[in-house]
């Protein structure tokens, strides 16, 4: 019996598959070959659509680049689980009211916002943000946020819910109302992926210096 064995480059694709975000270097350990190898596989990767990167925020210094897999690069996987997850959707929207659908994806929201209550006491406008970021990131974004004149941007440049999205636009509820419960201040989405946009972007206004976002 012949055992092909996985190439780099699949091996590349199966390690950001699973960690979903990588570096250079974390990729170099998980697939065991020297970084500028990596490299060069990673910037084949990218002129064929299948990989991205982004800048994160790490501790003190300089940005680290990290890298994810595109849709494109997705969609090379067995997806047997988002033909699931669709027949679901498709069966509780025929046996449930729109807003009743709405409101259950509103309140997954809040439900996994109310696990970090505890951390939100006497945070900041911009240690909410920081605490969107890593909420987000583990629930499989890839997200960051910055400032700009007198309000922050939140961008979202790889959504896990983008495939089942297209057919079902209610799980946009999601992450939006996880950003404002954290936040506890308007936001306001001005640009998304389900309208072709190359990422969701949202606007949070900055508070007053006199103001603090409540409990």
């Given at each position: 019996m012949i055992i092909q064995r996985e190439s780099t480059r699949e091996r590349v694709l199966k390690t950001l598959l699973t960690k979903e975000q990588c570096t250079i270097n974390e990729l170099a350990q998980a697939v065991d070959i020297n970084p500028?190898?990596?490299?060069?596989?990673?910037?084949?990767?990218?002129?064929?659509?299948?990989?991205?990167s982004t800048e994160e925020r790490h501790g003190v210094g300089r940005p680290r680049r990290v890298y994810f897999l595109t849709e494109q690069g997705r969609e090379r996987f067995p997806q047997r689980y988002l033909r699931l997850t669709l027949r679901l959707l498709e069966q509780l929207k025929e046996t449930m009211p729109q807003q009743m659908v709405d409101e259950l994806f509103t309140q997954m929201a809040q439900d996994l916002a109310k696990e970090y209550k505890d951390e939100l006491d006497g945070l900041a406008l911009e240690e909410r943000l920081d605490l969107v970021v890593e909420l987000l990131t583990n629930e499989g974004f890839t997200i960051d946020w910055e400032q700009r004149d007198d309000t922050y941007q939140?961008?979202?440049?790889?959504?896990?819910?983008?495939?089942?999205?297209?057919?079902?636009?209610?799980?946009?509820?999601?992450?939006?109302?996880?950003?404002s419960?954290?936040?506890n201040v308007p936001t306001h989405k001005i640009k998304c992926k389900l309208n072709g946009d190359a990422h969701c972007i949202f606007i949070v206004p900055k508070l007053n210096s006199t103001e603090k976002p409540e409990a």
């Open positions: 500028i190898s990596v490299r060069h596989h990673i910037t084949k990767l990218e002129s064929e659509g299948l990989v991205n939140i961008h979202e440049t790889s959504c896990p819910y983008f495939h089942v999205g297209q057919d079902h636009p209610e799980v946009c509820k999601i992450d939006q109302t996880l950003i419960t954290i936040l």
